[in-house]
């Protein structure tokens, strides 16, 4: 029997909260064998003993976790809420205030610099708000809940390679309850896999370094198939008995637009479809009344990052209003 559900038994037969038993020695016997793993490894005793000092079982993490909300607005109603006029105001001010960055940075990895700023202001507006869970504490807290153990673990030991390779301290790594980090909300296999150096100094620095969480930001969306010939797509007015097996972002459900003219898809104020050599998916994340998008590669690319249509729309609408 796993020793935390022995522990969980004990502490239920002996009246013990569930918040005692979490904090107890369970979670300091699973520390220990996070730092053992942490030695295959090859991380430093000096990174190890730094990054597990003093942590304890977060339940706020767990809770979160475990507590996400159920309801979900429509997209008419979420829309105006995540992309409201003073993030439009703040992204197109931002985007002048680092036009020359974001410049460079587009051209080196394929990929509109508005798509930059739309990301970096919907996953934490500008970089306002990353998050202040220390973030080996909260992702060991996950592993040790167990729901998603292999996940979480995966990530602790991602965590602890970005501080033995001496990005950051384990005093500043902070982020989200899930772990995610910076001013892009990087998970630490993510940043292991797409984070650079933007500003050339040796270190990548998502929290601080503006440079740095542009570059990430491309070249995430570069390695995950960008192509900046084109936009992500458009809102259509779908015709009334259009097939649901038509609709999603299963590879095959792809159809030129000429063949989604043919069906009856038109732009959202009833003109035709564009004449463009692309293929599209059609889509409607709340049900066949609500909003339909035509959706392109690049949306497809947004859902890599981020599994969910309310998050890539968010970004959509947003950089479709930087200028």
């Not at 009246?15 to 220990?32: C, R």
């Not at 394929?110 to 973030?135: C, D, H, K, T």
């Not at 602790?156 to 989200?176: C, F, R, W, Y």
């Not at 998916?281 to 249509?309: F, K, V």
């Amino acid at each position: 029997m796993h020793k935390r559900l022995i522990s969980a038994l004990v502490a239920i037969g002996l009246g013990i909260s569930s918040t005692v038993f979490a904090a107890d020695e369970g979670f300091d016997e699973y520390v220990l064998e996070l730092k053992a793993e942490a030695r295959e490894h090859g991380i430093s005793e000096s990174i190890i003993n730094s990054a597990f000092e003093g942590i304890k079982y977060t339940e706020h993490a767990v809770k979160a976790d475990k507590n996400q909300p159920e309801k979900k607005l429509t997209l008419d109603e979420y829309i105006p809420r995540a992309v409201p006029d003073w993030k439009v105001k703040q992204a197109n001010r931002l985007y002048q205030e680092h036009k020359p960055t974001l410049d460079r940075i587009g051209r080196k990895y394929g990929v509109q610099p508005r798509f930059i700023v739309a990301l970096w202001g919907v996953e934490s507006n500008f970089g306002r708000l990353m998050g202040n869970y220390n973030v080996i504490e909260a992702l060991s807290t996950l592993a040790y809940e167990g729901r998603r153990e292999t996940f979480f673990r995966k990530q602790v030991m991602a965590a602890l390679t970005i501080l033995n390779d001496g990005h950051i301290t384990p005093q500043e790594m902070k982020g989200s309850w899930a772990g995610a980090m910076g001013q892009p909300q990087f998970m630490p296999t993510s940043f292991l896999a797409y984070a650079v150096d933007g500003n050339n100094d040796g270190r990548i620095d998502i929290w601080q370094s503006e440079e740095d969480v542009f570059a990430s930001a491309a070249n995430y969306l570069k390695m995950s198939g960008w192509n900046d010939e084109y936009t992500w797509g458009r809102q259509v007015k779908s015709p009334e008995g259009i097939s649901e097996s038509f609709k999603g972002v299963e590879k095959e459900k792809a159809r030129p637009l000429d063949e989604w003219q043919k069906l009856g898809v038109r732009k959202i104020n009833g003109h035709a479809l564009p004449k463009a050599n692309i293929d599209a998916w059609l889509i409607q994340p709340d049900d066949e009344s609500g909003r339909a998008y035509l959706i392109y590669g690049n949306y497809q690319t947004l859902l890599s990052w981020n599994r969910s249509h309310y998050f890539a729309l968010a970004v959509s609408h947003l950089a479709d209003r930087i200028r």
